[in-house]
């Protein structure tokens, strides 16, 4: 049984009301949800966090790096410039899959960036709830060698 960790950055909290031309009006509770929903048809055990403290996320990483078998992050604005969060990710050594809900390259310049992205199997932005399920699914097939 494949254990995967679900981290959430800063501003995600606010989903559903925060810019949801943008975002959309699904909440983070609804996007847990169905994290938890397919987590539980594909068999695999998750852990979920949502912090806007980088060091949170960090710490996190490190806490569960000998419990988790792979990652699925939504760095949120930590893509462009964590370093910090990058080197978690490289030094934990999990293969990990960077998830956005926006497509982030129809966006500002400075949100074409992503400092965590050379880092990660892969990425996945655009389509909202989609991205998660998707990046979750990218790296069970990974995971099981099918990638």
């Known amino acids: 049984m494949h254990?995967?960790?679900i981290i959430h950055g800063p501003n995600l909290n606010l989903l559903g009301e925060r810019e949801p031309d943008i975002y959309g009006r699904l909440t983070l509770d609804d996007v847990n949800q169905r994290?938890?929903?397919?987590?539980?048809e594909k068999k695999i055990k998750?852990?979920?966090i949502q912090s806007n403290h980088e060091g949170?996320?960090?710490d996190f990483l490190h806490e569960n790096r000998k419990w988790a078998d792979g990652i699925v992050i939504n760095p949120g604005a930590f893509t462009h410039y964590s370093y910090a969060l990058r080197d978690a990710?490289?030094?934990?050594?999990?293969?990990?899959?960077e998830v956005h809900l926006s497509d982030i390259y129809k966006r500002e310049d400075f949100r074409k960036i992503s400092v965590t992205k050379e880092v990660c199997i892969?990425?996945?932005s655009g389509k909202g709830l989609n991205s998660y399920i998707e990046g979750?699914?990218?790296l069970l097939n990974y995971l099981n060698g099918n990638v």
């Open 3 to 5: 254990k995967i960790l």
């Open 35 to 40: 994290i938890t929903e397919l987590a539980a």
């Open 46 to 48: 998750i852990k979920i």
């Open 56 to 58: 949170r996320l960090i």
């Open 89 to 97: 990710i490289t030094g934990i050594q999990l293969p990990a899959v």
């Open 122 to 124: 892969q990425q996945i």
């Open 136 to 138: 979750l699914q990218y």
